[in-house]
């Protein structure tokens, strides 16, 4: 079982940073694939950054690439999203994401662990 504790959402304005922390327990974080979600009021729920265990690989929404950076410190078993240059079409509630092996990074179903979300809000 892993289980995940997200911190950092908060109000900011646009054009400002966030970092997101998503603090895992279990002592094989370290080989678990991590993802990023979101999800706005009426919106399905969206990929947003995902990174192998190994934290050689990650991948990016279209829409946040140059503006969010993914990164995991398994000392800490740790994953963080840096979110710069914020935009208010970022608002929504940002989910920390886990599983063993992911097959399909960009899709909910693959993560078989889920944090309670955060509250990001961006102000124009």
């Known amino acids: 079982q892993v289980q995940l504790v997200e911190s950092g959402g908060g109000l900011v304005q646009a054009g400002g940073s966030l970092r997101l922390s998503c603090a895992a327990s279990?002592?094989?974080?370290?080989?678990?694939?991590m993802g990023w979600f979101r999800q706005a009021p009426g919106k399905e729920r969206e990929f947003v950054a995902a990174?192998?265990?190994?934290?050689?690989?990650?991948w990016y929404l279209d829409s946040v690439k140059g503006r969010f950076t993914i990164s995991r410190d398994n000392g800490k078993n740790t994953v963080y999203l840096q979110m710069n240059s914020l935009k208010p079409e970022d608002t929504a509630v940002y989910y920390c994401?886990?599983?063993?092996?992911?097959?399909?990074?960009?899709?909910?179903?693959?993560?078989?662990?889920w944090g309670q979300g955060t509250q990001v809000t961006v102000s124009s």
């Open positions: 994401a886990a599983d063993p092996s992911v097959a399909v990074v960009r899709v909910a179903r693959e993560y078989d662990y």
């Open positions: 279990g002592r094989t974080f370290g080989s678990y694939d």
């Open positions: 990174i192998r265990g190994s934290g050689g690989r990650a």
